[in-house]
């Protein structure tokens, strides 16, 4: 009598029939990979047994790709709570001011627009120069090179007349002089920040900025 035969007998069920009944899946799982085992174990030829080293290295090569399968999928749950928290933290940034090393500022109309000059070198004079979108000068201003190393600055949203501007992004540009040399000057604007994007791949934020451009967390000097 065969050991289906046992098992009918008794009103069992073939542990080898019952590995995939009701499963509809196409991966084994532990439980699947036993039921397999005791099957073979049943069935073998009694003059023929399984060799036990066979036998521990099936043994071995499922509980490896279990474990494989078992540290990928904690690998995802951290990522993804990594990115659940960088999303959370990112949000908070709405709406503040960040600087960052750029020639344009968005000029609302109302609020001051906030700059700062890197002297790469001791300046004797500074000069800031401010271009609409066309190109035009809007206003010259002179600033103190003897403020250190950082010069803040601030325009008031006004020509050099005195006029009001209209709100738009505006052009900063920043020349020093010293022994006779004139050397352009790095310039970081504040510009706020109107959304924040995600990249669920590389899970890299991005700052979206109200002069049309973005920055990476990376590129902020200061946050205001």
Do not use: C
Not at 15 to 31: I, T
Not at 67 to 94: H, K, P
């Amino acid at each position: 009598m065969t050991i289906s035969s046992v098992h009918q007998l008794l009103g069992m069920s073939d542990p080898a029939q019952d590995v995939n009944k009701g499963r509809g899946k196409s991966e084994l799982g532990q439980e699947d990979f036993l039921a397999l085992m005791v099957a073979q174990l049943e069935n073998q030829d009694p003059t023929k047994p399984m060799d036990n080293n066979e036998f521990l290295s099936q043994m071995a090569q499922f509980s490896m790709v279990e474990g494989i399968e078992n540290l990928n999928g904690n690998f995802s749950s951290v990522s993804d709570s990594l990115m659940g928290t960088q999303g959370l933290q990112a949000a908070t940034l709405l709406d503040r001011q960040a600087i960052i090393e750029t020639d344009s500022a968005s000029f609302d109309g109302v609020a001051p627009v906030e700059g700062v000059i890197d002297q790469t070198e001791p300046m004797a004079q500074l000069e800031l120069q401010i271009r609409d979108g066309q190109g035009a000068l809007v206003r010259a201003m002179s600033l103190d090179p003897s403020a250190g190393k950082q010069v803040s600055f601030e325009w008031d949203g006004r020509d050099q007349s005195g006029r009001s501007m209209d709100a738009g992004n505006y052009y900063f540009a920043v020349a020093g002089s010293a022994n006779g040399r004139v050397q352009s000057m790095p310039v970081a604007m504040a510009n706020r920040i109107e959304s924040v994007s995600l990249d669920p791949a590389t899970q890299r934020v991005t700052l979206n900025l109200a002069n049309g451009r973005t920055a990476s967390l990376d590129d902020v000097r200061e946050y205001r």
